[in-house]
């Protein structure tokens, strides 16, 4: 990014460029342009959900399905996006300069209204975590 070091107080991502682009690339510029001390948060697609979801299918499935060991850029033909088992994620957060303050893996309310596609997410989403929101600090 066309910013020099220490630019930002706070980086926050609500799924997108840490969902679509390399977390090797994104999570080290994210260091560089956090001021020390200061605030990195995102949410992504847990990496349960992911190796839930078939590659190809419509929507997620209640068994393991794709190798958990093998997480990274997951390509169905149609979208690629990025995802690492949570030891990689920690790996390459301290490796960055981040420290983690919290791994908040949000549960839907019974009755609460959702932005979920269908019923079937909802429900999914109510036993297993579907998404995860990391808050960092830059040390």
Known sequence: MPYP?????????DHGAMT?????????????????????AFNHHSPIETI????????????????HFCLYQIDDGEDVVFQLPYGEWIRLFRASGLLVEDLIEPLPAPGASSTFRNRDELAWARRWPAECIWRLRRS
């Open 5 to 13: 070091d220490g630019s930002f107080d706070i980086v926050f991502c």
């Open 20 to 40: 679509f682009a390399d977390p090797y690339r994104t999570v080290p510029e994210v260091a560089r342009l956090l001021r020390p001390g200061e605030l990195f």
């Open 52 to 67: 839930c979801w078939p590659l190809g299918a419509d929507k997620v499935d209640d068994r393991l399905v794709v190798d």
